[in-house]
């Protein structure tokens, strides 16, 4: 019971970040408007439950299915980029290197507020 309502919260939040995209006409997708959404919705809160946190070690065990879809539909339209590699290989370098800056950046600013917090 504790793991379906993680995935309830998890639909709920999905199912409004959808609902932001629809009305507000945004080009994002609903689930990343979603995540933003739980995801301050958490900062403000301050925790993460048992319920959601069950639900997301579920979810993450399976992580490389939910990509996979994605990952086919490149595989089938490759023939469209056939003229344009060079840009989506250094998109793909130059993004993933923002991210991992990015992600270094978070954990040290996560890392020094927790020290912060044990003195």
């Known amino acids: 019971m504790t793991m379906l309502r993680g995935f309830l919260v998890l639909v ?6 959808e609902s932001m995209r629809m009305l507000l006409a945004l080009p994002v997708s609903g689930g990343v408007l979603g995540m933003v959404v739980i995801t301050f919705t ?10 959601l946190a069950s639900a997301s070690q579920g979810l993450i065990s ?3 299915l939910l990509i996979m879809p994605g990952v086919v539909g490149v595989f089938f339209t490759a023939d469209q980029f056939s003229g344009q590699w ?7 370098l ?10 270094l950046l978070l954990m040290k600013l996560v890392t020094a507020r927790g020290e912060q917090h044990r003195e």
């Open 42 to 51: 958490l900062m403000v809160k301050g925790s993460v439950s048992d319920d």
């Open 62 to 64: 399976v992580l490389v």
């Open 94 to 103: 130059v993004g993933t290197f923002l991210s991992v800056l990015t992600t």
């Open 12 to 17: 709920l939040f999905f199912i409004l970040g």
């Open 86 to 92: 060079l840009a989506v290989a250094a998109a793909l």
